[in-house]
């Protein structure tokens, strides 16, 4: 089993640290959380989408992109991908970002893909979706870097089936699929190993996380509906049956890499990493 790590959900370390943290608890490659932090977070206390000291800059150098690259090799570790928070449609930056993947020797990218609040037709959002992976598809070719859709809710992907239907067509080779359970919980679920076995060959990666429905308001008029909020999880305490996910990937041939993106903050991230590690060993030696 290949463990990684996508470096959003380790904010207090910086990448030194991680790769540390990573090789001790038995981690085997590195997803760098990747874009532009603004100044004004920079002196804030880490977390995962603001002041994340385990973040590349999309700008960063080839000579500190080459010395990471050095310091993960030589901690036994790779890097599977550069995970950046691209707009679709936008090609400069997607070619960007393979370019520091390329450098990193990293497999994967993470591609763009329409958000979705109702404002607009999911027709028109599909188009622009489909177009730009296109043109993505031809730069991810270039530079020998896959780019993946992740199943992800408040977007036109939110479950494998609608990841697919943005996709379909394109080269497996070149374009997959980052399929997260964890995100299915918020928006998008369908019965699991149907949905991986609808994606087929085009499942690259799969993320690990957990979340779970909480009530918000306790109404007990019959007029009034209850309103329920959906919040993170460790992995093992969510929604997400991670034995039965484990053994739907197994059944249906997934060989890539776990990803493990704990926000529930139950955990340090050093204990985070190393619990993360034994449950995906445990877990799956219960299936052989």
């Known amino acids: 089993m290949i463990c990684s790590v996508f470096t959003v959900a380790t904010p207090d370390l910086s990448p030194q640290e991680l790769l540390t943290a990573a090789k001790e608890a038995g981690i085997s490659a590195i997803e760098w959380r990747c874009t532009r932090i603004p100044d004004s977070m920079k002196n804030d206390p880490p977390s995962f989408w603001g002041n994340n000291r385990c973040t590349l800059d999309p700008d960063a150098s080839p000579q500190l992109l080459a010395e990471l690259r050095e310091a993960t090799a030589a901690h036994g570790l790779r890097s599977l991908a550069v995970v950046p928070y691209l707009k679709c449609g936008d090609l400069e930056e997607t070619e960007r970002i393979l370019s520091v993947a390329s450098a990193l020797g990293a ?37 020998g870097v896959k ?32 399929y997260d359970p964890g995100n299915l919980i918020h928006e998008g679920f369908e019965q699991y190993r149907m949905g991986l076995e609808l994606l087929g060959p085009y499942l690259a990666h799969v993320h690990v996380k957990n979340a779970g429905w909480i009530p918000a ?14 919040a993170w999880q ?12 484990l053994e739907d990937l197994k059944a249906v041939g997934y060989e890539g890499a776990f990803g493990i993106e704990d926000f529930s903050g139950a955990y340090n991230s050093s204990e985070m990493l190393q619990l993360f590690v034994r449950q995906m060993n445990a877990w799956w030696e219960e299936l052989q």
């Open 217 to 230: 308001s306790d109404s007990t008029n019959p007029l009034d509906p209850a309103s329920w909020r959906c």
């Open 147 to 178: 780019g993946l859709v992740e199943t992800h809710h408040a977007t036109i992907a939110p479950s494998a089936s609608l990841a697919l239907r943005l996709i379909e067509g394109c080269n497996p080779e070149d374009i997959g699929v980052l």
């Open 234 to 245: 460790p992995v093992a305490n969510g929604i997400v049956p991670w034995k039965r996910v």
């Open 107 to 143: 497999s994967y990218i993470r591609l763009g893909v329409p958000g979705y609040n109702g404002s607009r037709p999911y027709g028109e959002l599909l188009q622009e979706g489909q177009a730009y992976i296109r043109e993505a598809e031809k730069l991810t070719r270039r530079y």
